[in-house]
């Protein structure tokens, strides 16, 4: 079998040991679908070294029918979740150009958008019609602000259908909204329109499979279930891809995907039993927390001699709004979380990641507090909040990407560093920029006065202040967006939803403006992952010596989820379907993520009975279990 001879960088523990092994029943298996031209589905559980099988199952292809499908140009998909796995999986295939490795919106774009004509169909026969009668739904004919937005949206998805005629290309720019009548299609649009083609054309479907006659999809669980279908479809025609669909179920965290991934019809299921990350204890705990599949510690790991527990706090009741914590609550919990760390002696350690379902504790743990509430706020529209969590938004980017860099190497005295920043992210100081004729010299002199003024600035101003000083002397090249709410004047009005639900952004950017720059960096070490701090979200593929899991239902305040009727529902009641789905799924991707030590703080109402019910169901001993 064809293998990397050494790790490449970023690769997760289970992946760098599985390298060179010795192949599991599951890899011999997809060799055989392979060698049969056979499809299949592999479920891989957590730690099990999947990306090793798919990059494995990628380099037999290669071994095997690589010099015929160079010489008859076609190619080997491999579709992944996230531009960070397209370029580990590139990496360890060696760049070979055999290969298009591409995330699902990139792969599906570049092949829908040769067929322009096909794109106005799907769009006018299917997309906007279901986006309209999805619209309807909300309108029961009343003057309720739900109802009026409804009709604003109908009205303007109409007009958009009328004019998809006469729009003569169509575009896909990664982004998340669509501007139908200039032709610009968001990520949704760009997956629907693939699923109408794979449904409708057997020309798309037919040229798919002749460019493409194998086509692996990683993390298959968070697949759409339309590309599911439409590749299943495909692979079903005689002649037509070999299709491996390569993920877990138990670790799908996106809402409305393939979950549950099948391969096609005479297509065969494979299950991976191996852990190669997780300490025995560990695995021992999620073959009981999970039922379909039994992992086993098969590499260094069945060595480490790791814990796993469990410590109830009784939860106050919610003194706040909306049947939340009010301040002083929070801190209190943050003190009895504080204690409990610390009596484990994790208080300090940077070994240690801790895991919540939202920021809310996070943030005011890390101080970034006020920024949080402003942007999940009522000024925040969801792409505002969207950008705010992956410090894409333009008001923030400036100080994530400029600014928080610059001050931080100026306060270092690090003067190259200084203009290694500026030389990349300042027109002025770009080397083929209007000042490339200028001495280094000068142009050191230069930036050592202008970090002075602005680290004055920026112990002393507000955001604004610094934005309007690295703007006007050129440190950052602001965005047009950035420079429009600079320019202009405060918003004197009071705030309506009504009436400013389009503008309220205005409203966002002078609530940000007047703000101290005191929790920016707070921020930034956040977004850059440099804290031992995390949302359960977040860390779906990593892996941590040491992991804390907080759930506390009152904190998150979020009602799609509910741990303690997931743990405890004798207690706590049992949880709705969808809660009970998406609460053990997103539960267990953060137990695995635990190579050695895995500690649950728990704060539930009644301590005491939810350990009686904790020790019937089987998922905790005696030993493991703790109170406050």
Known sequence: MVGEPTAPAGESRANLIMINRVQTNADEAVRE????????????????????????????IRATHGATLRQDGQRIACITFTNRAVDVI??????????????????????????????????????????????TEDDDGKETKKARKARKKIAKLETELMGLSDVVNFTYDDVAFSDYLNGKLSHDDVIEIAGYLFKERHNFR????????FIFVDEA?????????????????????????????????????????????????????????????????????RSDVKQIAAGSNAEVNGSVEIHLIEAETPEGPRKRYTEEQLDRALAKMDKTVESWGWNDRTDVIRLFLV??????????????????????????????????????????????????????????????????????????????????????????????????????GTTKDVLVYCDENGLINSSDRLKEQLARCPRAEEYDNETHSEEKGDWLADSFFAMPTNELFAYRDFILKSTPYSTQHGVKGEEYPNVLVVFDDIEANWNQYSFSKLLSPGVAGEPTEGQFERGRKLAYVCFSRAEENLKILFFTPTPEATKDELLESGLFSEDQISLA
Not at 233 to 239: A, D, F, K, R, Y
Request: net charge negative; charged share 25%; proline share 5%.
């Open 359 to 460: 920021r809310q504790m996070i943030a005011r743990r890390l101080a970034f507090s006020e920024l949080q509430q402003l942007f999940t706020g009522p000024y925040a529209s969801q792409r505002a909040q969207d950008d705010y969590e992956s410090g894409q938004h333009y008001l923030l980017k400036p100080f994530l990407k400029v600014i928080c860099p610059l001050i931080e190497a100026s306060g270092k005295g690090e003067s190259r560093q200084v203009i290694d920043i500026l030389r990349t992210n300042s027109h002025t100081y770009d080397p083929q920029g209007p000042n490339a004729g200028r001495k280094l010299k000068d142009m050191v002199d230069q930036s050592k006065l202008q970090l002075e003024e602005l680290t004055e600035i920026w112990s002393d």
């Open 206 to 213: 037919r040229l798919i499979g002749m460019r493409y006659p």
């Open 221 to 289: 669980q968070d697949t759409f279930v339309s590309i599911v279908e439409g590749l299943n479809l495909t692979c079903s025609e005689p002649g037509l891809p070999l299709v491996g669909y390569f993920g877990d179920p138990w670790q799908q965290i996106y809402e409305g995907r393939a979950g549950d991934f099948a391969p096609p019809e005479g297509g065969m299921s494979i299950t991976k039993i191996e852990n190669f990350r997780c300490s025995p204890q560990v695995i021992d705990f999620l073959n009981a927390f």
């Open 90 to 135: 590139q990496r360890r295939l060696r760049f070979d150009e055999l290969y298009r490795v591409s995330t699902m919106h990139g792969f599906l774009w570049a092949e829908i958008s040769r067929f322009q004509r096909d794109i106005r169909e799907a769009l006018q026969n299917d997309r906007l019609p279901t986006l309209i009668e999805k619209a």
């Open 33 to 60: 679908c392979i060698a049969e031209h056979s499809s299949f589905a592999l479920t891989a559980g957590a730690g099990s070294g999947k990306t090793t099988s798919l990059v494995d199952a990628l380099a037999e």
